[in-house]
């Protein structure tokens, strides 16, 4: 059935406001509003109903890709049973985002493979959902990237675009020690982060012990200072779960 010039123009001026929704479902939701004699208000509410809908959740999907999160997990799947050190009510508190509206940090702390990074990564897929621009990197990465783009001149760029982060995820500090020039990268990005941007670290290492990776006691104790002003500490010191995972497979055989 040949489409008439009036639904033609419809349909071309619902692609120019980019309404891709009312345009898929302008007709289906106008026989069923037929069906149901509903008045045209009702008729408009439900189609720029399913527009926004569907615009928040491609929003997020956007935001969650540019995220660049290395595997998504969520809070559904954080074993807490298995980590009965972790305060499981404060991170239920901090799911709700509100951390971020008030610029404050958060450090996951403890042994390897006590979910750090599962917890990090939930904490950020959260704030996507609630319309927060993440970046999830660990720190080494981060790091070699600043080394990278300070050589090329193109670190102001880089800056730019963390500064318009809500949130900044920098995982796994404390496994490869810093350069000189690569600590004091990552202390001018913690600076500027400071009451702007909030911080989710992960990190194996008691504060005490930070000097090993940052090299100098001074950069260290201005680079804490910063981080731990506005600051939720969440300390899981259970038995790794990769460990755990090892042994009860061993035991299968």
């Not at 929003?59 to 074993?79: C, G, H, N, S």
């Not at 999830?136 to 050589?151: K, N, Y």
């Not at 318009?164 to 350069?179: N, T």
């Not at 990190?203 to 100098?216: A, K, M, R, Y």
Request: glycine content about 6%; hydrophobic content about 40%.
């Amino acid at each position: 059935m040949s489409k008439t010039p009036t639904t033609l123009l419809l349909e071309h001026h619902l692609k120019a406001l980019k309404l891709p929704t009312f345009l898929r479902d302008y007709a289906s939701a106008g026989a069923v509003c037929s069906q149901e004699r509903a008045d045209y208000p009702t008729y408009l509410f439900r189609l720029a109903e399913r527009e926004l809908i569907d615009r928040e959740r491609r929003a997020t999907e956007r935001r969650i890709k540019e995220a660049a999160f290395p595997v998504l997990k969520t809070i559904e799947t954080f074993d807490f049973a298995a980590q009965v050190s972790l305060n499981e009510p404060l991170v239920r508190e901090l799911l709700r985002g509100e951390y971020i509206g008030k610029r404050e940090n958060l450090l996951l702390v403890g042994n390897p493979g006590t979910g750090k990074t599962h917890l990090a990564t939930a904490l950020g897929f959260a704030a996507c959902s609630q319309g927060k621009r993440v970046r999830f990197t660990t720190t080494t990465g981060l790091v070699t990237q600043l080394l990278e783009q300070r050589e090329t001149r193109t670190l102001q760029r880089l800056h730019k675009q963390l500064e318009r982060l809500d949130v900044l995820i920098l995982d796994e500090l404390g496994y490869v020690p810093f350069s000189k020039a690569g600590a004091e990268l990552l202390f001018d990005v913690v600076s500027r982060a400071y009451e702007r941007t909030s911080l989710i670290v992960t990190t194996n290492l008691p504060f005490e012990n930070w000097t090993e990776v940052l090299g100098s006691e001074r950069l260290t104790g201005a680079l804490l200072d910063r981080l731990t002003h506005r600051v939720h500490i969440l300390e899981a010191n259970g038995q790794s779960y990769r460990l755990t995972d090892a042994k009860r497979r061993l035991k299968r055989k």
